[in-house]
């Protein structure tokens, strides 16, 4: 880190803010004369002015004026570059220094810098309208020296240097940011000749010089240190030192992947490549970039800055191959390639899916699966488990006890994939598999998010109470239950618990289950308005209590797909009070799922019959089921005009 500056320009007590210098005129422009002029002699010794015949204002009048001579004959004297004496010399100046004017510049002495000349050129005028001595740059230590890089000139004084160009005048360097500028080759550097003059009283104190291909911008924490190149517009862009990025902390750094270079910044870094110019990453986007593998990872260089104010007060920013995105509930998650583009048909963050909660997950070595608990996720292979992997991962479960364990209740399925990947969302998850199809799934959560956001492919009619039975692909009989309530900020879930579809899994969106031998569930969306079992348990549905006569029509006549009541017992018709008093209960309590029956539609024949959710939790013949105290506590909170949407998730979802 380079030292601190000695002095803040703008601040110095002897001379106020620093002005900018302004352009040198024709007649003041350095010459190589200057250049040229002879070593000065020997400077007196301290020990002249502690003679004691001499007092000290005696021992000024003495040593300066007779220095200030010796100096000048050097010069030529009369007929030397410096010219005639315009007036005896005169002292008493700061710090007890003396000057006397020449017909081409001033010869200024100091017991500690002896007798240095100032050329009236450009140098000198920029220094003597700054205040001369009395500046913050104070008195001359060496003389003027030009045959730099340009044709350029400088002059070196107490506090600073002057550095003099044909493009920028004369303008003075000090500090830590003149130093910083002389590691990096001075004028024949990066950046070039300074431009104007340092600007300090910045933000924490700092102070910010401007060259010609760069600034270099001084802390107190961050040191000098340069912006140049491409980064160094971008930065100012960025509104500089008072930006997202705040001081450098360091040089530029190239040589990256893709012939890229970056400069760390207080609050980030700054990062090139010639496919994207110069973009700055920052905060929680910047650290999960970093530990992906920066510029190497499969995001690559970003193409942008990060841009907020996203739904939920997320931000995003784009990289080459993809974005991160960030939200307060989910952190900073990669998003690329098929999975995402799929993730952008749906609506981006704006989707029921949400936010991405994880990155991108790539095939299981060893034929292995995984699944996702609410507080962890187990792994199974077949060197770690003696059973298949979906029983092995249960047995776990079970002896960490269940969903009471430190991994809680699972919140997907079981993955098992070789070759497939699959990304997590806020609620669901998209798999993609090697022959190209990205597969969408859901979770209870989601179900409610895609209420309130569109992402339905059938209606639910503002129904105060929605419920879900979803299964994640066709002839799959399991089912997620679960019932989404209407609240003033929109749907949210209420409750969720695993179920059993039709033993032949749900029938194709648009097409009629037909006979239950069929032993399909229908697709859609269905209102349920009565209830039936063998005791209210309380509700506001129209409940049947079920008796020996207790039938559902099943046969092709005026009963079908209707409750009546009959001592024959005929199949197809369903003898209801069987079902709910035989040792499997099923019928004990159930509700009436309206497909193929109005309210929602005319009764078509041999469409469909007896669609009920009931307890006895088992794969049926087109029904749903649960255990016996989900299907009261659904009886006991629903209302006639309550919906259930059911199917395949890909079916059910947009």
Known sequence: MAPTPTSTPSSDSSSGPTPTPTA????????????????PSAVPTADASKDPAVNGGAAVVADGPAAIDEKWKALGGPTGSYGAALAPAVCELAADGCKRDFAGGSIYWTSATGAVAVWNGAIGGQWKRLGAESSWLKYPVSSESCGLPGGGCSQAFQSGTFYWSAANGAVPLSGGIGLRWSQIGGAAGRLGYPAGAMT???????????????????????????????????????AGQNGGLGYPVGGELCGLSGNGCSQNF???????????????????????????????????????????????????QGFQRGAMMWSAGTGAQPTWGAIRTRWAELGFENSWL????????????????????????????????????????????????????????????????????????????????????VTLHVTPVGYCEAINRGGLRYDTAGAKRVSFAIAERYSSTPVTFATCLKGDSGYHLEWNVPGYAGESGFAWA????????????PTGSFTVSDAFGLGNPGTALNYITLNS???????????????FESSADVFPDENMWYYATRPSHDYRQGVVINYNRPPDSPIVMNAGFAIFLHANRVPTWGCISLLESDVTRFIRSAVPGDRIVMGVGGDVFR
């Open 354 to 437: 949400g936010y991405p909660t994880g990155r991108e997950v790539c095939g299981l070595p060893g034929d292995g699966c995984s699944q996702d608990f609410e507080r962890a996720t187990i792994f199974w292979s077949p060197s770690t488990g003696a059973q298949p992997a979906g029983g092995a991962i249960r047995v776990y479960y079970n002896q960490r006890g269940n969903g009471a364990s430190t991994l809680g209740y699972p919140n997907s399925p079981e993955y098992c994939s070789a070759a497939g990947c699959r990304q997590y969302y806020q609620w669901g998850w998209l798999d993609w598999e090697p022959d190209g199809r």
């Open 549 to 563: 006569y207790s039938r559902w029509g099943g046969r092709l006549n005026g009963n079908y797909n209707k409750y």
């Open 24 to 39: 040198a005129s024709p007649e003041v422009t350095p010459t190589a004369t200057a250049s040229a002029e002879p070593t």
């Open 200 to 238: 300090c009283g910045l933000v924490e104190g700092g102070c910010l010089q401007h060259f010609e291909r760069g600034s270099i911008a001084w802390s107190a924490s961050a040191g000098a240190w340069d912006v140049g190149g491409a980064i160094a517009p971008r930065w100012a862009e960025l």
């Open 510 to 521: 648009g097409v009629a289950t037909g006979p239950t031998i069929n032993k399909y569930s």
């Open 266 to 316: 207080q609050r980030g870094t700054m990062m090139w490549s010639p496919g994207t110019g110069a973009q700055p990453t920052w905060g929680g986007i910047r650290t999960r970039w970093v530990e992906l593998g920066s510029e190497k990872s499969g995001l690559g260089y970003p193409t942008g800055r990060e841009v907020c104010g996203l739904t939920r007060s997320g931000c995003y």
